[in-house]
């Protein structure tokens, strides 16, 4: 009887009492039981009061960072700069904080240094000093001056026959111009032009001349 009693009706009017008893349980009850073990209630309510207020201030930051965007996008619309320019000058700005950077700097005084050592060393200097001597022997040497030599003996003959090449060429000219069958040659084409331009004026006279005496009509010359 007792556990039929303790039963929930259904279609009793008070059912839904349980409902809105449970709903109207705070989400911040669960929340809080779930806190971590350590935190007394003070603690808590403190950290939640500045979570909130850390919560609401990156929200005002994001708004204010959003609207300085649009107003900056503006800006560069009115000026006249493109994406592209941005990007060269936050490359360029990128370089310039690279090498103002502590590592770049520490770097470049590391190869400095190495630089240094290497130069000064000793197996440098005698790598460099071999590498002298073996160039003045080389320029010193027989076989380097002799091949020096042919090769300007050799640059000399060529201009030389280049030239008398050049020579060669304006002599045979200027012999075929003197020739005999270049004289015939040239009096022909002399001769027909003046036969071409003579023709031409010829026509070019009979068609302009004016008509005088000389062109009577035979009526004019016919008896009475």
Known sequence: MESANQDINLNSPNKGLLADAMTDVPVDNAARSAAPEGLIL???????????????????LRQVLAAKERH????????????????????????????????????????GEWNDKVTQSDLYLSASSTLEDWNEKLTQSEAYKKTQETLSQAGQKTSAALSNVGSVISRKLGDMRNSATFKSFEDRVGTIKNRVVGSRENSTDGLHSPSGAGDKSPQDNAPF
Not at 42 to 60: D, F, N, Q, Y
Not at 86 to 105: E, F, M, P, T
């Open 72 to 111: 900056c996008g503006e800006l560069k619309r009115k000026l006249g700069l493109t994406p592209l320019d941005g990007l060269k000058q936050n490359l360029s700005k990128s370089w310039h904080d690279v090498q103002v950077s502590n590592a770049y700097v520490k770097t470049s005084e590391k190869l």
């Open 42 to 60: 003070a603690e808590e309510e403190e950290l939640r009061s500045e979570l909130a207020k850390v919560e609401e201030e990156i929200g005002t």
